[in-house]
């Protein structure tokens, strides 16, 4: 369990979470996000809704007052001032709720069609009264003996009825959204997927061909030098040298999405393998390339060996395909980290990079090579900022100067 929980962690920036706490991460923070919505939409439609009220209040206390000072100028000049600014259908009626006629008069942004015979328009206004009730009670206007004379009804502005719908029409364009981001992401990741499958294969034959070679060239020179003791013995000490070589690429392969065991080892002792296995095939590639160590033979850490060389060699091999020089220089160094732990360091003379590039280096299925599949170094990345808790990046890039990758691993 705890193999397979690991190899379905996904990184995000420094932490580390699984495939089942980011879905339940992204569905907290698109309830919260559908949550916030619905508070602020609800918040503004009560406030203009309330504005609205407020609006209707006093206009039918100014009309209560003007009915008891019928002949008060400056009381009708407020009447007519917020009559002007009710933007939502008012109707005023009798104290039994009957519409007054002439209608056009007793009512405001109330749309009647005035081709009706009076009769249907007034049997219209009762049902609109109807729906107005059921929202909001109507304001009582009184008259100076304190009986209702009569009744104002209202109902909400366009504004305020459609902003209701405002937040399903949200939900549902956000809900789309999340519906095409799950179907794009997860379309990538399987083409990705296939990608890395393919890759993997095309690497694990890479890996495994040139052992696999090299023991169909022992075995001619055994038929050949069958009846040479000497020769014999010296050929199947080369065998054996390959076929330590294919079971530690098994047991790479084994290794990647598990997660490996680690055992506190001299950092240069594995160094110094990678950088041997390199200098004895350098001189088949034509160049002189002189491969520099700097190592401080004290430094120990928790590494797996097998995974950690993997990376060294993926560097080192990195580099070597960056020379494009007959004097390249890779220098491997190997320094204290100050906060504990170490630094490995691959540096090499050769085409560097630009800005552009070094930011997709570490992308599956990136790659500047024409035979490459982009693998390697983010297999290498994975290698040492998930199983070893470390970093590898990009310290120091230009082209035509070089490349300096750095490796850190924290003290265990």
Known sequence: MMQR??????????????KWQLKVL??????SIIGVVLYVTKTIVDELAANERRTVELYARLLARYYERASDDELLYYIDQTNASIHFPVILTGRDGVPLYPFQQFMINVELDTTLSIDKQKAWLLT??????????????????????QLIFYANSAVVRELRYVPFV?????????????VSFSTIRR??????????????????????????AWLELLRINKNSPDEVESTAEQMQQDVERLNVIANRFAKIGAMPSKNKVRVADVLERACRYFETRLPILGKRILLVRDFDDTLEANLNQELFEWV??????????????QDGVIEVRLTARPRGGIIVTVKDNGKG???????????TGFTTKTRGWGLGLPLSKRIIEDYHGGLLTIVQT???????????VPAS
Do not use: C
Not at 26 to 31: C, D, Q
Not at 136 to 145: N, T
Not at 312 to 325: C, G, K, P, S
Not at 398 to 408: K, L, N, R, S, Y
């Open 5 to 18: 929980g690991r190899a379905d962690r996904i990184r995000i920036f420094r932490a580390s979470v699984t």
């Open 26 to 31: 992204l569905t907290i923070l698109g309830m």
């Open 128 to 149: 609109y009264i109807d729906d107005m009730r059921r929202d909001y009670p109507p304001f009582e206007i009184k008259g100076p003996d304190g009986k209702v004379i």
């Open 170 to 182: 949200e939900i549902t364009l956000v809900a789309a959204f999340i519906l095409v981001g799950y």
């Open 191 to 216: 083409n990705e997927e296939s990608h890395i499958w393919v890759g993997m294969a095309k690497e694990a034959a890479h890996q495994l061909g040139t052992p696999l070679s090299s023991l169909l």
């Open 312 to 325: 060294i060699e993926n560097l080192i091999r990195n580099a070597v395909d960056a020379l494009d020089r």
């Open 353 to 363: 990079m630009t800005r552009k590039i070094a930011s997709r280096i570490f992308q």
């Open 398 to 408: 230009q082209p035509g100067v070089g490349t300096t990758f750095a490796i850190e």
